[in-house]
């Protein structure tokens, strides 16, 4: 098992007074599974993804990453984790404005301690997966939207991850630019990389295999996704 959360929550204010962004919550999570989490605004699914992904500690309950115990880990061994085992891909893109392509894919490898020759091979590796290698160095602010989403998503995986966590990954593109990015999204998934993708677009969740659905803090309901809605344009035909 990957993930393994058992009764994980996250508390704020005063004991007396508390508000839960996540109320207490157990799921699994297995390796090379595909999984959306979706839910409106202020419904603790960016919250979910945060715990899962070791951004934040639950205020209660256990995490265990590939079998590890993380509540209790010290904040250096938790960013270990982070920086080896996990990649994050955002609806903003984060990229440096003053870094050509290839260094902003190349930085989470200086911060992995990689010699500079094998940072620049695996950065160039993922940019021409995502199919940019014409970009090397080009500057974030010549690309488009598309493109600037297709940097992240080759600097999240540059450090070959074995989980992606994706928040909103499409919400920021039109329609041609975010089909390309699930598009190589199924793909990771399809290599062997697991995949969980908070969203609030019940079409883009029904490109995953599992739909987690949020609301108020806890989930609702959590299943397949519907095989009619995975693939819109075979329903219709």
Known sequence: MLISAQD???????????FFALR???????AGAFVAVVGASGSGKSTLMALLGLLDRPSSGRLLFEGR?????????????RNRRIGFIFQQYHLLARMTVLRNV????????????????????ALESVGLTAKFHAMPANLSGGEQQRVAIARAIAADP??????????ALDSTSGEGVLGLIEALNAQGRTVVM??????????ARRVIRMRDGEIVSDGPA???????????S
Request: no cysteine; hydrophobic share 35%; proline share 10%.
């Open 69 to 81: 115990e993380t509540t209790a880990l010290r904040p250096d061994a938790t960013a270990r984790i």
């Open 198 to 207: 908070v969203t609030h677009d019940s079409g883009v969740a029904a490109r």
């Open 106 to 125: 190349e930085l989470p490898l200086v911060y992995a301690g990689e010699s500079p020759r094998n940072r620049r091979r695996r950065a160039e590796a």
């Open 8 to 18: 994980i929550s996250r508390r704020y204010g005063a004991a007396d007074l508390p």
């Open 162 to 171: 074995v989980l992606l966590l994706a928040d909103e990954p499409t919400g």
């Open 226 to 236: 519907d095989p009619e809605t995975r693939h819109p344009e075979r329903a219709a």
């Open 24 to 30: 207490p919550t157990s799921l699994e999570i297995e």
